[in-house]
């Protein structure tokens, strides 16, 4: 059973930035895509970014390319994404998510194993 668990999160102000960690243990797979997700109040949970675990494959939102970057520690079993220039828009309870196939499956449901979420908040 694999575990993560998130954090980095909190209240900044627009245009800051932030880093968001995601430890991941208990039988992590190399084959394991990890994925990072967010919902915000009222809305469905949506796709932000993955990588795999070598970090040569990656994918994003369009929404969030160009400020947020992907990365993977395979030492430390952590998963980090690195906001920047961040909106108010970008509020939301961030989610790691480990289990797809490929960077290129961004629905919820390719993904086995999540985290509890950090928030991120943005005020203008």
């Known amino acids: 059973q694999v575990q993560l668990v998130e954090s980095g999160g909190g209240l900044v102000q627009a245009g800051d930035s932030l880093r968001l960690s995601c430890a991941a243990s208990?039988?992590?797979?190399?084959?394991?895509?990890m994925g990072w997700f967010r919902q915000a109040p009222g809305k469905e949970r949506e796709f932000v970014a993955a990588?795999?675990?070598?970090?040569?494959?990656?994918n994003y939102a369009n929404s969030v390319k160009g400020r947020f970057t992907i990365s993977t520690d395979n030492a430390k079993n952590t998963v980090y994404l690195q906001l920047n220039s961040l909106k108010p828009e970008d509020t939301a309870v961030y989610y790691c998510?480990?289990?797809?196939?490929?960077?290129?499956?961004?629905?919820?449901?390719?993904?086995?194993?999540w985290g509890q979420g950090t928030q991120v908040t943005v005020s203008s």
């Open positions: 208990g039988g992590t797979n190399s084959d394991y895509r």
């Open positions: 998510a480990a289990g797809a196939r490929t960077v290129y499956n961004t629905q919820v449901g390719n993904y086995d194993y």
């Open positions: 990588i795999s675990w070598s970090g040569r494959s990656k």
